[in-house]
């Protein structure tokens, strides 16, 4: 494939589906509305630069390599680690192509404040993979960059009571968000 020097595409690898224009999106103002996955009301004014808010980040998908297809929200759990859901890696058996992550995703003309981070290896359930079992649509992704040197990241915990509370945070698609803002 056709190679780039790009500082934020440190493979050499082309990929025409972050470009700038694409990625650069009218800052939409922080304000109470309700989150159209759920019951609850927003009204976070996130600071990119602080952790751990700069921990949190885009993932861009293109499944088949040459364009951007879709967007998800994943967090850096270790220092070259990140979690996402697993419909972002794969669907119906098939593997997507290609997965960029942006710490700090903030869709202004700084829109990757931290560089990127490519993957290097995904890690599924089987359940997923092969039935879309939806208890197991949680993916790991080994990036071929310690983003987390320079950011920080979050952590996690295994085998805990299922009734805890948690602060989830992420790049809704839905409006008045469109993936812009956290």
Aim: proline share 7%.
């Amino acid at each position: 494939s056709p190679r780039t020097s790009d500082p934020f595409n440190p493979d050499g690898i082309n990929r025409s589906f972050l470009s700038d224009k694409e990625m650069i999106y009218p800052v939409i103002e922080a304000s109470t509305v309700t989150c159209p996955a759920s019951n609850y009301v927003t009204g976070y004014f996130p600071n990119y630069f602080l952790y751990p808010e700069r921990t949190q980040g885009m993932l861009a998908i293109s499944m088949t390599g040459s364009e951007l297809d879709a967007v998800c929200s994943a967090a850096l759990v270790g220092r070259n680690i990140i979690m996402t859901a697993a419909h972002c890696v794969a669907d119906s058996g098939k593997w997507y192509a290609d997965w960029v992550f942006v710490p700090g995703f903030n869709g202004t003309n700084n829109w990757h404040p931290y560089g990127v981070g490519l993957a290097k290896y995904v890690f599924i359930y089987s359940g997923w993979f092969n039935n879309s079992y939806w208890p197991a649509d949680v993916a790991f992704i080994i990036l071929k960059q310690s983003l987390g040197d320079q950011v920080g990241w979050l952590g996690f915990k295994v085998n805990q009571a299922r009734e805890q509370r948690w602060i989830q945070v992420g790049y809704p698609a839905n409006y008045p968000y469109q993936w812009v803002t956290l």
